[in-house]
Nanobody
């Protein structure tokens, strides 16, 4: 069982930066691939970024590539999402999630954080 607690987020203007954090319970954090997802009002939850358990592999949605960076500190059981050059279309509730496989579809992510609101004004 893994519990994920998110922090960060808020209201910023377009072009600003934010960092989201996701702290995991348990001693097996490093075995889990971690992902960030987001859900805008009236839309389905979508993939944003993922990172492998050892932090070596990452991949991103095309919409955030070059602006967002996912990273993790296994010693701190924490994964981060650094978001730069934010746009109004990045406005959504952001979720972190854990999966036993780096190559996962959204339904394969077993554990989810509580979600945190990110609002980008124009």
């Amino acid at each position: 069982q893994v519990q994920l607690v998110q922090s960060g987020g808020g209201l910023v203007q377009a072009g600003a930066s934010l960092r989201l954090s996701c702290a995991a319970s348990g001693r097996t954090f490093r075995v889990y691939a971690m992902g960030w997802f987001r859900q805008a009002p009236g839309k389905e939850r979508e993939f944003v970024a993922a990172i492998s358990g050892n932090g070596v592999n990452t991949h991103y949605a095309d919409s955030v590539k070059g602006r967002f960076t996912i990273s993790r500190e296994n010693a701190m059981n924490t994964v981060y999402l650094q978001m730069n050059i934010l746009k109004p279309e990045d406005t959504a509730v952001y979720y972190c999630a854990a999966s036993t496989s780096y190559y996962s579809y959204i339904d394969d992510y077993k554990y989810w954080g509580q979600g945190t609101q990110v609002t980008v004004s124009s």
